[in-house]
């Protein structure tokens, strides 16, 4: 699998760094994980996106969404593609997208992007992918996505407080793509719902991860601070999420 960083600046999009999303290839299969702002187009220099196997929404935050519904004009009323587009989103999210769009009866939003609506323990295998999904604690619905393809593990968190299935996920994962939104040690008025660059770290080396890529670094943050406390934590291969990067699994 080749994974490419399409963006990964935490809540909002910077001047040079787009919100969440990625790219991830094998085998001629494509999807998209996280439609954050600014990632269509970083998506569309790489790939054509009608061409796309599958869609993978995390949750429906903007900074992980919102890009969706320029996947959906390019599908419904520009260049198009291949249709409908899987779409794998949280419980409700279907309804939330659908309102937005002004999607109702037979609008061509469902005709171009089919939502299929996954949660912890549900599997899907699109192309040469086979997904599973478990859930994080965060403030909404939020779905860690573990992908394989070529005997190789991806997994992806989304947004997630602390929890142990974050290590259940990741078990034995190639690459661990963990949100690290926060540095320092946790207290009590710490945001329960994002994690530590230092849990991340945590979670890694007790998932027994090959490679751990931190990502939704808050723009506030060096994201070489959030390497070096994951670092305190986890003793193998840590790399920072940098828009552009590609990473081979």
Request: net charge negative; aromatic share 8%.
């Amino acid at each position: 699998m080749k994974l490419t960083v399409l963006g990964s600046s935490a809540g909002t999009p910077t001047r040079t760094n787009p919100a969440s999303g990625y790219l991830l290839e094998h085998d001629g299969s494509t999807m998209w994980i996280d439609a954050g702002t600014g990632t269509f187009m970083r998506l569309a220099e790489r790939v054509d996106p009608g061409q796309l196997d599958a869609v993978v929404i995390s949750h429906v935050h903007v900074d992980h969404a919102s890009d969706l519904f320029g996947l959906y004009g390019y599908l419904a009323y520009g260049p198009s593609g291949h249709v409908p587009i899987p779409v794998f989103v949280t419980e409700g999210a279907t309804e939330l997208f659908g309102n937005f769009a002004g999607a109702t009866g037979e609008h061509v939003f469902h005709h171009v992007l089919d939502f299929r609506e996954v949660g912890r323990g549900d599997t899907a295998e699109v192309g040469s992918f086979a997904l599973r999904f478990g859930a994080s604690k965060h403030a909404v619905a939020n779905n860690i996505t573990r992908i394989v393809a070529g005997g190789k593990t991806l997994v992806y968190t989304g947004d997630a407080g602390p929890s142990d299935e974050l290590a259940e996920m990741a078990d034995g994962a190639a690459l661990f793509l963990c949100e690290a939104t926060l540095i320092g040690e946790r207290h009590a008025q710490t945001y329960p719902f994002h994690l530590t660059a230092s849990e991340a770290g945590q979670i890694a080396a007790r998932a027994n991860v090959g490679h751990l890529v931190l990502t939704h670094i808050s723009h506030t943050v060096n994201p070489a601070q959030s390497v070096a406390e994951a670092a305190e934590r986890f003793d193998g291969l840590i790399s920072y999420a940098a828009p552009g990067t590609e990473f081979d699994i």
